[in-house]
DNA sequence: CCTCAACCTCAAGCGATGTTGAGGTCGAGG
DNA sequence: CCTCGACCTCAACATCGCTTGAGGTTGAGG
C-alpha cells in the first residue's frame, strides 16, 4: 500500500498518475501528453513510475481551464514556463499568472461581446448586409495586409 | 473580360473563386474545402469553374464569423443547413439564425465569465486553494458521472 | 495563335490534441 | 508463488481545418 495504489488519503504525499487524472479530469493519456509536451513533469519511482506532488493537481487544473476557453496548449506551457520548475510556487508567482490569464479572458470576451453585437446589429436587423459591417470586414484589419485592391466591397 | 476575371464591379452578376477568397477573406483552399463539406455550393461554368452568387460573401461571412469565434465547422453547416438552399433567404430566414447563434455566442460569453470570476476569486485570492472551486471540479459536472470516488479532493 | 494567370482535381501532408493498442513490468493481496 | 490491475513505452491511428503540390484546362489579352 505504500508505493502503488490505495493508500488512505491522509497518508499520501504524492499522486500516481491514475490519481491525478482521476482528480484533475485529465485521461491519462492527456497526461503523458502533456508530460511529453512539457507542460507537467514527474518523479519516478525506482519501478519507473510517475509521481505527482499535489500542487500538479492545481498545474493541470490550470491547463484545463485554459482549454475550456480556446487557449492552445503551446500559449498554456507558455504561461506556465512563467512559474518556477524547482519550488512550488509562491502566492506572488500565482498572482502574476492570474493577472495575465485575466487580461486574455477580458480580451476574449471582449471580442466575443463585439462578435455579438456586430451580428445582432447586422443580421438582425433589416439592412440584411454584411457588406460594410465590422465582422464581414474584419480579415480587412487581421489579414496580410495583402496585395492591391483592398477595398472589399463596392456593390452590394 | 466578360467571364473570368476582372469585370468591373457594376457590371458583375457572379464572383469567381478568386473573387469570393479576397472579398471574404477566405483562401481559395479553403472554399473549395467548404464546398467538399457542404458549406456552400457553386455553379459551373461551361469550362467547369465556380460561379457564386454575391449572396455567398454573406454565407462565407458567417461562417468565418463563426470560426472567428470557436464554432466547428461542422456546427456552422448545421445552422447553415437551415437556410434554404434553393432560394435566396428572406429576413426571416436570417433572423431565425441570428438568434440561434446569438444564444450560442451569449452562452460563451457567460461560460468565459464565469471562468474569467472564478479564476479571479480562486487563485488572485490568498487560498491559493483550486480544491474546492468550481473551475478546478468543473469536470465533475461535465464529465461521464465515473465509476466510483467522486469526491475529487478530501484533503489538501 | 501564343502566353499566362487563374482555374480545375486529386492526393498527400501538416499541426494540434489527443486516443488506442500491443507488448511488457510492478507490486500488493490471496 | 500466482494473479490482476495499474503502470510503462512506443507506434499508429483519429479528427479538425486546412495547405501544398502535381499535373492538366480555360480563356482573355497581345
Known sequence: MSEAVAAPAWDQKELTVGQLSERSGA???ALHFYE???LIS???TSGNQR?????MLRRVALIRIGQRVGIPLADIKAALDQLPDGRTP???????????????LDER???LQQVRDDFTDCI???????????LA???DELGKHGEGARRLVESA
Chains 1, 2 share one sequence.
Open 27 to 29: 485521461a491519462v493519456s
Open 36 to 38: 511529453r509536451k512539457g
Open 42 to 44: 514527474s518523479r519516478r
Open 51 to 55: 509521481r505527482y506532488p499535489r500542487g
Open 90 to 104: 509562491t502566492k506572488k508567482d500565482w498572482e502574476r499568472l492570474s493577472r495575465s490569464w485575466r487580461e486574455e
Open 109 to 111: 470576451i471582449r471580442m
Open 124 to 134: 438582425g436587423c433589416g439592412c440584411l448586409s454584411l457588406n460594410r459591417c465590422s
Open 137 to 139: 470586414n474584419r480579415h
